[in-house]
């Protein structure tokens, strides 16, 4: 049996997602955001007039009982799964970015006119749809997570995410397949019509500025502090700034099993969307004591049956329930009321 093309499409995926410096999980990214975690563990030591040894430093941001949990291992098999598997299941049932976009640009030109041309220059008109692209990015991104945390059926598989109990930044890949298809479709819309009103409203096909496919603005944000999210390092935006961007002490909070914080800061990058549709919590400036997770570990917790099949079963139970209740006849007449 010939395994040479399994290994080096395993190796070309492992060297796309580490070494593509637009990736979301880029070498370059995670060591820009050791390099800050360091900075803010060893200036928060200096404060204390505690040393600052490297020795210690480590053990602080790579704590034992984290890194060797059963959460994080779950983390590594779902990084895994979805590094590898995923696109080769799912990607052909994605919806797609460019024919929706071109079916905006067309009902556009057919509703107000042929497109006028061009007439700012190109950089501009690249730059208003980079940041087109990133906004409609982060509000299917927030729609997308609004569904997944109040439709039960949807929240079963988004469950998984929030199953954690540490966080590290391979809790971003702890996702369940089904939650993944849902966000691409939902992404593939949002991005599709903002690239289709762009290209009508320029006059042209206009491309968006990027790093190995991915939006700028993106990008730069998971340099900044998209991997800090996924950790327990406490690092906080308020005021005006924890209005507009999503600090790690945000996505920390999202985690949180504390309801005050349920269905609260439900964006990526930006806290933008949550503050204007009201589901914004922002951090406290000084470290708050969280717990995560969603209940007290289960028997099946962060093994493939808890995190990867018992969803399915849960979530057609639940629509078997729906179809029940839609089906029972109704009364033709109120039923009597008992007399007391
Ligand atoms: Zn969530
Ligand atoms: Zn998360």
Redesign the pocket.
Known sequence: MDFSPGISYFLGQLGKAFFAPGSQVSLLSLLCAFFIALVVVGARRLKKGRRVRLKSLLRALFPKHIVMSRSSLADLGYFYFNLFLFGIIFGWALLSYEVLSHSVADLLTATFGPRQPPALPIFVSRTVITVMLFLAYELGYWLN?YL??RIPFLWEF?KV??SATVLTPLTNFRVHPVYMCIFLNILAVFTGLANGVGDYLFGQTTHQYGLSENNLILVFFIYLYVHLQHTQLWISFTGWLGHLLMSPAHHQI?HSRNPDHFNKN?GSCLALWDWLFGTLHIPSGEPEVLKFGVEPDRPHAHTIRGEFIAPFGRAALLLKHLIERRSQPVPLRAPEQKRA
Request: proline content about 0%; hydrophobic content about 10%.
């Open positions: 997570h997944s945390h988004h995410h929030h999202h439900l």
